[in-house]
């Protein structure tokens, strides 16, 4: 009964009150305003374009890019785009937060300082309310792996309850190289490890990602830039491993479109989102990797069950 949850069972959460923000996107360049806003328990998160009148659930099967971000599309209504989900998404997820409507008056969240770190303080600032019901979590039951040009992903069962990452990175940049962490997340290590790692990108590669029309709001205040064995940002780095961390963040915020939270094991190596988002469709496609506990299941229009906090409306 909901006067009895187990105190370790997650809640379904959702802000206390609105709280918004403006700033550019990192890709179009354009300014953006963003506020976030409470939502009824059992909403998910759900993008509102409000230039647009659309609603884009926050769903893996919705990603429609990954170029140096992870993009959502609105089924039947490919003009209502949002782009550079994933550092909000991580912020939401990282604090557990659950159910929230997110206006957006343009196709792209703001980059801010290229972390998650301002999303925490907006989550925070606004406050939370914790309902006495009971959030869904995905079981992974069996090894899911995806492979790709010597990188590659995998979700496996957990050995207790809760999200257990491992990541490698490996640039030829030398001010990157080779990193490696490891994490147990949680609200208190997201905070503390993971928040406020910057995204990052090589100098030689800013031209063409601009003639590309890509990195078009970039700059030293929304990333890292580093150029052979410099890092170019005038305050230098956050901490020595910032670049693995990031990329960490960003397994974070890609899984957490899994509609729920992940009861399981991650490693990886040199993935990306593209990566992350075909290993949720890998787990998702195979009925045997994975149960819904403490929540119902639900199928799409092909057939495919999701969660119930990640499935469309069935008629």
Not at 20 to 42: E, Y
Not at 205 to 212: D, P, Q, S, Y
């Amino acid at each position: 009964m909901d006067g009895f949850l187990p105190i370790d069972r997650p809640r379904r959460k959702t802000l206390k009150t609105a709280i918004g923000c403006v700033g550019v996107g990192l890709h179009g360049g354009r300014r953006v305003s963003l506020t976030l806003r409470p939502a009824a328990a059992g909403t998910g998160i759900v993008f509102r374009r409000t230039d647009l009148g659309i609603d884009i659930p926050a769903r893996f099967d919705r990603v429609v890019d990954t170029r140096l971000c992870t993009a959502l599309v609105a089924e039947d209504a490919p003009q209502a785009r949002i782009g550079t989900v994933e550092h909000v998404m991580a912020a939401l997820a990282g604090t557990g937060v659950t159910d929230a409507i997110l206006e957006i008056d343009g196709s792209e969240v703001p980059i801010l300082d290229g972390s998650a770190a301002p999303f925490v303080f907006l989550i925070d600032c606004a406050g939370t309310v914790t309902h006495n019901i009971a959030a869904p979590v995905i079981d992974v039951l069996r090894r899911v792996r995806v492979e790709e040009k010597g990188a590659f992903v995998e979700l496996l069962p957990a050995a207790t309850s809760g999200f257990e990452a491992q990541l490698a990175i490996d640039f030829p940049s030398t001010a990157i190289g080779s990193q490696a962490l490891s994490i147990r997340v949680t609200p208190a290590s997201f905070r503390a490890g993971l928040a406020d790692a910057r995204t990052f990108t090589l100098a030689e590669e800013i031209a063409r990602l601009r003639a590309a029309g890509l990195a078009q709001g970039g700059s030293l205040a929304n990333a890292i830039v580093v150029d052979g064995p410099l890092v170019l940002n005038p305050g230098g780095l956050r901490r020595p491993d910032e670049f693995v961390r990031h990329k960490m963040l960003d397994v974070v915020g890609d899984l957490a479109l899994a509609g729920a939270a992940i009861s399981g094991r991650f490693i990886g190596h040199r993935s990306g989102h593209a990566l992350n988002n075909k290993l949720l469709r890998a787990l998702f496609a195979d009925r045997s990797a994975w149960r819904m506990a403490d929540g119902e299941v639900a199928l799409d229009g092909a057939g495919t069950r999701l969660p119930a906090a990640a499935a469309p409306a069935i008629a």
